[in-house]
């Protein structure tokens, strides 16, 4: 079961990398679009997210309840702005993805 953790664990990180790398990817070009990398990587974040805090609730390793019911909104709110950016190639959801990208970051990070 641990090592299931850390297999989400890595999974997770990659969905961050990957959201957060196309963003910086695409603030190159003059007009930043949501890709379906973000929607993929966005539905990864989720799902990894999900199952890792099911897998320490199994493990009976403490689990910070509030701050995960806000980082799973938050991965929701990113995958349905994904979805929308997917759809229709604006701006703002561009913009959207990656401030709550950035949002959910500070969160893991600094709520402890």
């Keep these: 079961m641990e090592i299931l953790r850390y297999v989400l664990l890595v999974f997770?990180?990659?969905?961050f990398a990957a959201i957060l790398g196309g963003v910086f990817y695409q603030l190159r070009g003059k007009d930043p679009v949501v890709g379906g990398y973000v929607l993929?990587?966005?539905?990864?974040?989720?799902?990894?997210?999900?199952?890792?805090?099911a897998?320490?609730?199994?493990?009976?390793?403490?689990v910070s309840d509030p701050k995960m019911a806000l980082k799973l909104g938050?991965?929701?709110?990113?995958a349905a702005?994904?979805?929308?950016?997917?759809?229709?190639?604006?701006?703002w959801p561009?913009?959207?993805v990656a401030s709550l990208t950035a949002a959910e970051v500070v969160v893991a990070v600094a709520w402890t």
């Excluded at 997770?12 to 969905?15: D, S």
């Excluded at 938050?74 to 990113?78: C, M, R």
């Excluded at 702005?81 to 701006?91: E, L, M, Q, W, Y």
């Design 55 to 62: 897998v320490r609730h199994a493990l009976d390793l403490p």
């Design 94 to 96: 561009f913009f959207t």
């Design 40 to 53: 993929t990587s966005a539905v990864v974040q989720l799902v990894t997210g999900a199952g890792l805090i």
């Design 12 to 15: 997770h990180l990659f969905g």
């Design 74 to 78: 938050l991965d929701v709110l990113i």
């Design 81 to 91: 702005v994904a979805v929308a950016g997917v759809r229709d190639r604006r701006a």
